[in-house]
């Protein structure tokens, strides 16, 4: 399996409450993204990074912001979670000249 | 813009049977790269297979082998001697050659290979 990390793998929360998922991959990989899955299990692109000190939005619109510091690392947060936010969000990142693209094992938020 | 359809969200299959999974897409690129993704439940979503589009032979990993008909925007995975591991979400995904843009997933078909 890929060196690409996702921690909490689960996670219930409180609305209002402020969270920050973490993603990290050791394969000096530059390009990142994050992906929310609903419940059909189809995927949505919400934010990416070519590199450090880059981020953009994806094709849906989401309410989280991202940051990208470190190569290696790509946290997403959500300032005030909802009840809207309850989904699983998958992280993945490919190598510049590669385009396969490789995920971790994701993290299932709920929101009460 | 790219779309990518998978028009089976469900398919079951017996162990040892052999399936297959739609995929078609649509693009006005001549060159470009296909792949099924396979996630199954509560683990990692990892390739199954991938092809190029200038490619003509049809790509192959053991059991797993596609048919890409590009005049058609077609590719279908074929899993031959299904096993009960088979059981997953399959994803089919476009990418353009360029880094800079990013895939395009289908919505998924779920596969369950019963005993």
């Known amino acids: 399996e890929a060196d690409i990390y996702q921690t909490p793998r689960y996670l219930v929360i409180g609305t209002g409450k402020k969270i920050t998922l973490e993603c990290s991959q050791t394969?000096?990989?530059?390009?990142m993204y994050w992906y929310q899955q609903d419940p059909g299990m189809e995927l949505h692109l919400i934010h990416y990074?070519?590199?450090?000190?880059?981020?953009e939005k994806g094709d849906l619109s989401s309410e989280s912001t991202v940051s990208r510091i470190r190569t290696e690392h790509f946290p997403l947060t959500l300032e005030s979670a909802r009840p809207s936010h309850t989904s699983q969000y998958l992280c993945?990142?490919?190598?510049?000249?590669?385009?396969?693209?490789?995920f971790g094992p994701g993290t299932r938020l709920t929101v009460t | 813009a790219q779309t990518v359809t998978q028009s089976q969200p469900e398919m079951s299959v017996q162990e040892a049977e052999t399936v297959t999974l739609s995929c078609t897409y649509d693009?006005?690129?001549?060159?470009?790269?296909l792949f099924w993704y396979k996630q199954p439940p509560s683990r990692q979503m990892i390739l199954v297979i991938r092809?190029?589009?200038?490619?003509?032979q049809n790509a192959t990993e053991n059991r797993f082998s596609v048919n890409f008909q590009k005049a058609a925007k077609s590719f279908s995975l074929k899993i031959s001697d299904s096993q009960l591991g088979d059981t997953a979400m399959y994803f089919c995904?476009?990418?353009?050659?360029?880094?800079?843009?990013?895939?395009?997933f289908g919505p998924g078909t779920r596969l369950s290979v019963l005993p």
């Open positions: 990074s070519y590199g450090v000190n880059s981020t």
């Open positions: 993945a990142s490919s190598e510049y000249g590669s385009h396969e693209q490789y």
């Open positions: 693009t006005s690129e001549n060159n470009y790269y």
């Open positions: 995904a476009f990418a353009r050659t360029d880094y800079g843009q990013n895939f395009v």
């Open positions: 394969m000096g990989h530059d390009k």
């Open positions: 092809q190029e589009a200038y490619k003509q």
